[in-house]
Each structure stands twice: as structure tokens, then as C-alpha cells.
């Protein structure tokens, strides 16, 4: 059995058979420390608690103004963040899970009519597919919105066909929205083949700057890191095995655009309508970028086309355009060596 094959039936046998809920977890790598946000909290509380139960996310890649939108969710797992999105699409919108252990698919699919019932709908709006995130051919190219995943691309033994695979599904403008493992070194092979450093997210985990390179080659030059937290291993075992490695839990965020792989500056403006209804003061849109209602922000080329040429675009309103170019923006990515802390794409 090729390498790839034996990587994948390790993590379908360690999320299908060894783990029974998240109280089976040796480390906090797959369990969220994020607060749900107020409007996330409200719908979480009308997710099943079994599909709760059997969640094994690292963060929260649910972002805002979602309604009518068509969702992937890659690795779906029990189906969580697949439910909570059914809710933020409405039942005009359209939500996919995607995921290649049965046990857990089994349980999102036990649970569908529960979810339709809490959410008030006519019919269910989530489809689930039994499948591989390397292989989206059931999906068609240029027809999702946005891409979400929670601690699962660092299982994949492939991750340059996952991301190929993503930018070929999302629209023009769409968006890739994801929480997983990311390091500051390589993992060295025999970790990478561990089954439960596997299993826990670690043994993939993907280094920060093979990350970057990964997402130039398949086209995309600019992504946004929104949060990240230090990972701690909590297990004497795995602390022995990998704990000269720094493991932190990261969401990013990645648009389907023509952006440029440094900031250059155009003289645009972006002003916050504060017309998001979950937001009404402030938008953010990565660590380094919030947007105070009504306050214009001098913006980059790449960050203005973020806000402008995709489903934000109604919520800002954006002066200027890129017909004079001024050079690049004041602004330097902070060295992830020296500062210890992940880039955050072109724009710091």
C-alpha cells in the first residue's frame, strides 16, 4: 500500500475507532480554545450534543455574511461546523460536508433531520459525501463560495492537491476560511508517521514557510492569518517524541483573486459600512486589519480587492482604484524567526 494510502487509513482508523468523543484526546491540539462568538454561541446551542461530542477542531473558521452562499466543509467530521454553517447560509444557501471515516460521517447523517427541525426549514440545506479532501471531482469547478476546514488539512499526506483542489471548487472572489496546525520547523519523517502523533494533529502539521510556498503554486499569492495560539502537548509521552517543536493552532484566510505577492501601494481607501448585521462596528478582516464603521483606512492594492471583489464587496465602499501606482505600502511582515510568531501573508 502506497505511503499516502497508509497515512490515510491511520487517521480513518484513529478518528473512526480509537477516538470515541474528545475526552479521548491526548493533547489540546484538536480541541478549540476560542470563545464562540455571540451569534455562533446561539446556533451551537441548537447543535446535537453527540455531533458536539465527536467535534476534534483547533478553532473557529466560520466567518461573517454568509446568506445565500454555497459552503464546503472539508473533513466534516460529525458535522459541527457543517451545521452551524447550514444555519449562517440560511435555507437559500447550500452547505457540503466532505470526509472519509465512515463512523463519523454516520453520525452527521443520523442528525441531519434534527438540524433542519431546529433550524425551521422546509427541507435540509447539507449534503455530505463520503470522500477524500485530495479528490473534489464530485464538485464542480468554480461553483463554492467559500471553503471551510477545522483541523484537517494537516492529516492530509498530499496537501498541494488539497489546496489545488479548493481553488479549483471556489468562485472568482471565493473564499478558503481554515483553522489548522502549523510549525516553525519541519516535523522530521519518523513523527510524520507516528499514528497518534498523526492522529492528534501534529505529525502533519504543516511548517509555516511550506505553507506559503505551497499556496504561490497553486496561484495564490497573498493570505491573512486571523488568529493563532501556542499548542501545549500535555502528555509525557508526545512531549518526549516532539517537544523540540513549537505547534500552533492558526486560522487563515485566502481569497480566489489576482493579488500581488507584496503590498504595493495605489492610494486606495476602504471605509466599513457597518452594515454586517453580526458586526455593526467593526469588520475585521485579519490580524492586523480591523475596520471601525464608517472610519476610511488606507488599504493596499491586495487588501482593497479583498473587501471589493468579493462578497463584502456591499458592506465597504472603496475610493481609488489601481491606475497610479505609488510603490510598495508602508508596511513589513514581521520575521516569523525573530518574532516566534506566524507571517501574516504579504500585508503585516
Known amino acids: 500500500m502506497p505511503k499516502g494510502e497508509l497515512t490515510l487509513e491511520a487517521v480513518r482508523n484513529y478518528y473512526g475507532r480509537v477516538l470515541k468523543s474528545t475526552k479521548d484526546l491526548q493533547t489540546s491540539a484538536c480541541c478549540t480554545a476560542e470563545k464562540l462568538p455571540a451569534h455562533l454561541a ?24 454568509l446568506e445565500g452562499a454555497t459552503a464546503l ?8 461546523d457543517t451545521f452551524l454553517l447550514s444555519k449562517l447560509v440560511g435555507e437559500r444557501g447550500q452547505v457540503i460536508g466532505v470526509d472519509m471515516t465512515p463512523e463519523q460521517l454516520s453520525v452527521a447523517e443520523k442528525h441531519l433531520d434534527h438540524h433542519r427541525r431546529a433550524f425551521g426549514y422546509a427541507r435540509s440545506n447539507v449534503r455530505l459525501v463520503s470522500g477524500y479532501i485530495e479528490d473534489l471531482s464530485v464538485i464542480a469547478s468554480g461553483s463554492v463560495d467559500l471553503v471551510v476546514s477545522n483541523c484537517v488539512i494537516n492529516l492530509s499526506p498530499d496537501k498541494k492537491r488539497v489546496f489545488g483542489e479548493i481553488f479549483r471548487v471556489l468562485k472568482p472572489g471565493g473564499e478558503l476560511y481554515f483553522s489548522d496546525v502549523f510549525t516553525w520547523r519541519r516535523v522530521p519523517a519518523p513523527l510524520r508517521e507516528d499514528p497518534v502523533l498523526l492522529g492528534e494533529c501534529l505529525g502533519g502539521a504543516m511548517y509555516i514557510e511550506d505553507f506559503r510556498r505551497t499556496l504561490r503554486e497553486v496561484g495564490c ?17 508526545i512531549e518526549r517524541k516532539a517537544g523540540m517543536i513549537d505547534f500552533c493552532s492558526v486560522t487563515v484566510r485566502a481569497f480566489k483573486l489576482e493579488l500581488e505577492d507584496l503590498c504595493e501601494d495605489y ?10 448585521p453580526e458586526s455593526p462596528h467593526r469588520f475585521v478582516l485579519d490580524d492586523h486589519h480591523t475596520f471601525e464603521a464608517g472610519k476610511p483606512l488606507t488599504v493596499c492594492g491586495n487588501t482593497a480587492a479583498m473587501v471589493q471583489e468579493t462578497r463584502y464587496a456591499p458592506h465597504f ?15 513589513a511582515p514581521v520575521p516569523a524567526a525573530a518574532s516566534g510568531s506566524a507571517p501574516s501573508g504579504a500585508c503585516c
Open 317 to 331: 465602499r472603496v475610493q481609488g482604484d489601481r491606475s497610479v501606482h505609488y510603490g510598495l505600502f508602508d508596511c
Open 73 to 80: 466543509d472539508l473533513g466534516c467530521g460529525s458535522g459541527r
Open 267 to 276: 492610494g486606495q481607501v476602504a471605509t466599513y459600512l457597518g452594515t454586517i
Open 42 to 65: 446561539e446556533i451551537e446551542a441548537l447543535i446535537h450534543d453527540e455531533v458536539k461530542d465527536k467535534f476534534y477542531g483547533c478553532g473557529s473558521p466560520l466567518p461573517l455574511a
Open 221 to 237: 499569492l497573498d493570505y491573512r492569518v486571523m488568529s493563532k495560539r501556542k499548542l501545549t502537548l500535555d502528555n509525557p509521552e
